[in-house]
C-alpha cells in the first residue's frame, strides 16, 4: 500500500474558490451515477421513461423545497444515469450568519447548494437501497452517486434560457449525451 503524499493525493476543489454558496442565485447542477450506469430508467422516442429508482430520484427532487425553506424548484430531469437541475436559492427571513451558543464563533443558517445535493443524494441512496434490499436480500448493491457533483452558477438570464432548454432537451439528445457511457 502506498504512502500518503500529500502532493499526488489531494483533492482539488471544483467549487469557486471564496464563493458563498448559501448566497441567493441561480445553479445548475449535474449529479451523476456512480460509473455512469443507467439506474433510473431509459429514453424510449425520445422521451425519459422513469424506473423505479427514477421515480424516487424524481419525487425527492420535487420534496427539496418542503426541506430547505430557502430552495425552489425550477426546471430539472431526471436521465438515465444522471440528473440535470437548475436551483433557485432565496434568501428566507432569519437566513445568513448567527451566533453560535457559548463559543462566540458564527454558525451558518441558510444551507448551501453542497447541503442541498448532498441531502439528496442521501434521500435517494437511501430509498434505493430500501427496495434493492427487498428485491434481491442477499446481493450488495454498491454506490448510487459518483462521490461529486457540478454545480454552475448562472449568471445572466440568456445563461438561464440556455441551460434550461438544454435541460428540457436533454432525452431528446440522448444519443449525444455525454454523460452517456
Given at each position: 500500500?502506498?504512502?500518503?503524499?500529500?502532493?499526488?493525493?489531494?483533492?482539488?476543489?471544483?467549487r469557486l474558490k471564496g464563493y458563498d454558496y448559501s448566497q441567493a442565485g441561480l445553479y445548475f447542477i449535474t449529479i451523476c451515477v456512480h460509473n455512469?450506469?443507467?439506474?433510473?430508467?431509459?429514453?424510449v422516442n425520445d422521451e425519459m421513461?422513469?424506473?423505479?429508482?427514477?421515480?424516487?430520484?424524481?419525487?425527492?427532487?420535487?420534496?427539496?423545497s418542503e426541506r430547505f425553506q430557502n430552495?425552489?424548484?425550477?426546471?430539472?430531469?431526471?436521465?438515465?444515469?444522471?440528473?440535470h437541475g437548475i436551483i433557485f436559492l432565496t434568501n428566507p427571513v432569519g437566513a445568513g450568519f448567527t451566533p453560535a451558543p457559548n463559543h462566540g464563533a458564527t454558525a451558518r443558517v441558510a444551507p448551501t447548494v453542497a447541503d442541498i445535493v448532498g441531502a439528496y443524494k442521501s434521500l435517494v441512496s437511501n430509498?434505493?437501497?430500501e427496495i434493492f434490499k427487498q428485491k434481491f436480500p442477499n446481493d450488495y448493491m454498491g454506490k448510487l452517486w459518483q462521490r461529486n457533483y457540478h454545480?454552475?452558477?448562472?449568471?445572466?438570464?440568456?445563461?438561464y434560457h440556455r441551460i434550461a432548454n438544454y435541460i428540457i432537451n436533454n432525452p431528446q439528445n440522448w444519443e449525444n449525451d455525454k454523460f452517456r457511457k
Open positions: 500500500m502506498n504512502r500518503y503524499n500529500p502532493n499526488i493525493h489531494h483533492r482539488r476543489s471544483i455512469r450506469q443507467c439506474l433510473f430508467g431509459e429514453i421513461i422513469l424506473n423505479d429508482f427514477g421515480n424516487i430520484a424524481h419525487h425527492h427532487w420535487e420534496k427539496l430552495f425552489e424548484l425550477d426546471v430539472f430531469q431526471i436521465m438515465p444515469n444522471h440528473m430509498q434505493c437501497l454545480e454552475h452558477i448562472i449568471r445572466d438570464e440568456q445563461s
